[in-house]
């Protein structure tokens, strides 16, 4: 590359940066949010310390049964840092779906495409409306991580290709263990790398498979822990499950190209069954795009390329069945799987240019507009969609209105207005959720806590025991009505409750704090003690467990402890700042 085309390709580069901060400037406003954003960030004690023991346990602990530890790593590191600024979460989202879009660019221009198509491929991927989810949302933080590892590793690897270095096969497996340390849906490295052995037209040897050893040989465990953890099998007959398969598989490719009624919580249509139009046309689309791609394999390797690398990075996504309540699909899982056709587009578009170079001016002139109105509608749309996850009410506002049956979008809301107070308002959507679903123990559960902010006891507990009796593992239900018991003085009955909660989750430690304020209460100071001790040992930076214990130090009159344990609760107080 010359110096002169350099600084044109890096000019160029940047104009498409600016299009895409201008697309998504309204994620930089944006909360954290109660979807999942309290599992990973502000309710996640692992993200609260850099020391070594903890880091051990952020590279051991999965999260909401996902094996994401580099991207809560990172958490750990802004949290550190700059505490829960909701600004820096989101920006940090953003510059790593810069950094992704740059390495698009920069992989197209290896596999072959002129700077035109890279740039356009890049600025296609960055601006379209269905990446709005990975990038706006905290919790995607995983998206745009492992994308960006992902992509490094592929890049890697095209430059080994190329120069036959071992050094850059050595850091395409260092970056294809980074991206699956930041989420499993990198398993599909290794068979996007065989993808690039036949787009660089290599023979096809015992060497070839041989170098795909060592990316097995760590993607495999690793993101075998998390799907065992989310083994699902088909619920449904075997040509039902084929249907949902078809219908998951087409869902994504509509999404695509028509990106329009994006929702963050899409339902399965119902009926499942071949009298429903949706199944038949999922089947069609099914069909032309099978067609399609051994049709492009023979003619043109492009077209071969995008249908294969959505097919191979999508496939441990489709889905087979779902269960009430959960995601069967989602705008964010075509986050990097649209690569492929991304750079379909690039290739496309530049074609076009080159094509028309020669026509009448009027004529070029109405498909330079076309093409700027495209990226103008683009743009505004993402824009338009980056605004619903500015803060919780607005987000579940939005959902409920595209869906207003869905029982989840009900329960997060009413979450949400408990935290502004308006009690009697969450109270209708809980009771809502609990309608559309009735086995539905969480929203029992957050029903009750309401009833107990409220002072309203007896209607408290008597969601309680309907969540337990719903489910018997239901930790948070014990610790919500050992907190009631507490309350109302029945510290045998909390004891038993805390103590359950603490049977099937070890490591709360609020339970082992709410647990020693009771004891406390009953004069069992060894066992409060004992309790407040192993609450700070799950989590040192406890607010709350320094603080009794050092009350309770300073009621047995060990002056010293205690104030060593009010100074650290200052310290963390203050740090949390």
């Known amino acids: 590359m010359?110096?002169?085309?350099?600084?044109?390709?890096?000019?160029?580069?940047?104009?498409?940066?600016?299009?895409?901060?201008?697309?998504?400037?309204?994620?930089?406003?944006?909360?954290?949010?109660?979807w999942d954003d309290d599992t990973h960030l502000y309710q996640n004690p692992l993200i609260q310390s850099l020391e070594l023991a903890n880091i051990k346990k952020i590279f051991t602990t999965p999260i909401n049964d996902t094996y994401i530890p580099l991207t809560i790593f990172s958490f750990a590191l802004e949290y550190h840092f700059f505490n829960l600024n909701p600004f820096v979460y989101h920006l940090d989202n953003l510059l790593l779906h810069l950094g992704v879009v740059a390495l698009i660019a920069g992989l197209a221009l290896r596999c072959g495409a002129s700077f035109r198509a890279a740039l356009l491929a890049a600025l296609f991927f960055g601006i379209h409306p269905m990446h709005v989810e990975s990038v706006a949302w905290v919790t995607e933080r995983k998206d745009v991580l492992y994308s960006f590892f992902y992509l490094l590793a592929l890049s890697e690897y095209c430059k080994y290709l190329q120069t036959q270095k071992r050094r850059s096969f050595l850091f395409s497996l260092l970056f294809g263990l980074l991206s699956i340390l930041a989420k499993p849906m990198a398993l599909s490295l290794p068979l996007i790398l065989f993808l690039l052995d036949w787009h660089f037209k290599r023979p096809w040897t015992l060497k070839l498979i041989r170098e795909k050893i060592p990316f097995f040989l760590f993607i495999l465990p690793i993101s075998w822990w998390t799907y065992?953890?989310?083994?699902?099998?088909?619920?449904?007959?075997?040509?039902?499950?084929?249907?949902?398969?078809?219908?998951?598989?087409?869902?994504?490719?509509?999404?695509?190209?028509?990106?329009?009624?994006?929702?963050p919580y899409y339902v399965l249509p119902q009926p499942i069954g071949l009298m429903n139009p949706e199944y038949i046309a999922a089947i069609f689309i099914l069909m032309i795009f099978v067609v399609g791609v051994i049709i492009s394999l023979r003619r043109d390797r492009w077209f071969g390329f995008a249908g294969l690398y959505y097919f191979f990075s999508i496939f441990f996504l489709l889905r087979f069945d779902q269960a009430r309540d959960t995601n069967i699909v989602a705008d964010r899982f075509m986050y990097l799987p649209s690569l492929g056709f991304c750079l379909l587009v690039g290739i496309l578009l530049d074609y076009l240019l080159i094509k028309i170079a020669r026509w009448d001016i009027r004529f070029r002139g109405i498909v330079y507009t076309m093409m700027l109105l495209l990226v103008g509608v683009f743009s505004l749309k993402t824009y338009t969609q980056s605004e619903i996850?500015?803060?919780n009410i607005v987000f579940w506002n939005y959902v409920i209105g595209k869906n207003p049956n869905i029982p989840r979008a009900h329960n997060h809301r009413g979450a949400a207005l408990v935290r502004k107070k308006q009690f009697d308002l969450a109270i209708t959507d809980f009771s809502e959720a609990i309608r559309l679903y009735p086995h539905y123990p969480r929203a029992y559960c957050n029903r009750a806590d309401t009833y107990a902010f409220q002072g309203r006891y007896d209607l408290a507990l008597s969601d309680l025991n309907q969540a337990l009796e719903m489910d018997q593992n239901f930790a948070r239900a014990y610790t919500s009505r050992g907190i009631i018991?507490?309350?109302?003085?029945?510290?045998?009955?909390?004891?038993?409750?805390f103590t359950e909660a603490i049977t099937l989750n070890p490591t709360s430690e609020k339970d082992y704090n709410n647990r020693g304020i009771v004891y406390k209460k009953m004069g069992e100071y060894d066992l409060a003690l004992e309790d407040f001790s192993r609450s700070l040992l799950l989590n040192p930076q406890s607010f709350a467990a320094y603080l009794n214990r050092g009350n309770l130090y300073q009621l047995l009159g060990k002056l010293s402890l205690a104030q060593e344990d009010f100074t650290r609760a200052q310290e963390v107080k203050s740090s949390r700042r």
Do not use: Q
């Open 2 to 34: 010359s110096c002169l085309s350099r600084n044109s390709y890096l000019k160029a580069l940047c104009l498409v940066f600016l299009i895409v901060v201008g697309s998504l400037w309204p994620s930089l406003k944006g909360s954290l949010l109660n």
């Open 389 to 391: 996850w500015k803060e």
């Open 485 to 497: 018991y507490a309350k109302t003085e029945k510290y045998a009955l909390a004891i038993r409750d």
């Open 228 to 263: 065992s953890l989310n083994a699902r099998f088909p619920g449904h007959s075997l040509s039902k499950a084929i249907l949902v398969w078809s219908w998951t598989f087409s869902f994504y490719l509509k999404k695509f190209i028509y990106p329009v009624e994006l929702i």
